[in-house]
């Protein structure tokens, strides 16, 4: 069966210090990755979302990056974080088309 | 571009009284849409798609192309539907899109 894994669950980190998020998918290959940011009021907000290794698609200007360095890792990253970085981040996957898409646990990130 | 639209940030009803949960988008193609579900301390999870025609837990969704909506309807709410709801659409080129959420609070 398929599981996605995501870590930390929690994080406190400095402003302007560096950021990474790691995101591994086990069970299944070529599967479509995405980062999203969670919020109250502002619902479930797409970061980026890849559909292959090297391929990324960024959805709103920001402080964040992604990269997918193989089939089934997509790690969000940031050189220097910002008090507005914070937030619960969310990883999901999904097969192809017409499939639904599984989320992982979530890491809440606060910035101070 | 896709957009999803959920105009209601929080639904309260009392239990036994129908439900439904409006729901529209903006998409140039044909969508894939669905509606995904988060219990309190609980992963999102997917409650029902469009394309199943099924009904989950009780709650139904039609594509209504003509209006651009989705909506999920429920006759009898039950004191477990209370949670967040989220409607998405998922593009050609898989991109999956997110409303902002409907807080549902079935009341006794």
């Known amino acids: 069966s398929q599981t996605i894994h995501q870590w930390p669950a929690t994080l406190v980190q400095p402003v302007g210090s560096p950021l990474s998020l790691e995101c591994t998918v086990e069970?299944?290959?070529?599967?479509?990755l995405y980062w999203y940011r969670q919020a109250a009021g502002r619902g479930l907000q797409l970061l980026f979302y890849s559909v292959g290794i090297g391929q990324i698609s960024s959805e709103v200007p920001q402080n964040l990056s992604a990269s997918r360095p193989q089939d089934r890792q997509f790690i969000l990253s940031s050189k220097k974080l910002l008090l507005s970085d914070s937030g619960f981040y969310l990883c999901a996957w999904s097969a192809r088309e017409h499939t639904e898409a599984f989320f992982g646990q979530g890491t809440r990130l606060t910035v101070v | 571009a896709q957009r999803v639209t959920q105009p209601e940030k929080l639904l309260s009803v009392f239990k036994g009284a129908p439900v439904e949960l409006k729901c529209n988008y903006s998409y140039s193609g044909s969508p894939e849409l669905f509606w995904y579900v988060q219990y309190s301390r609980q992963r999102l999870q997917l409650l029902l798609r469009h394309i199943s025609r099924e009904s989950i837990k009780g709650f139904t969704a039609d594509l209504n192309k003509g209006e651009t909506s989705f909506h999920l309807k429920k006759p009898f709410a039950q004191e477990e539907d209370s949670a967040m709801y989220y409607c998405?659409?998922?593009?050609?080129?898989?991109?999956?899109?997110f409303g902002t959420g409907t807080q549902l609070k079935v009341e006794l």
């Open positions: 069970g299944t290959s070529n599967p479509n």
């Open positions: 998405a659409l998922k593009s050609r080129g898989n991109k999956l899109t």
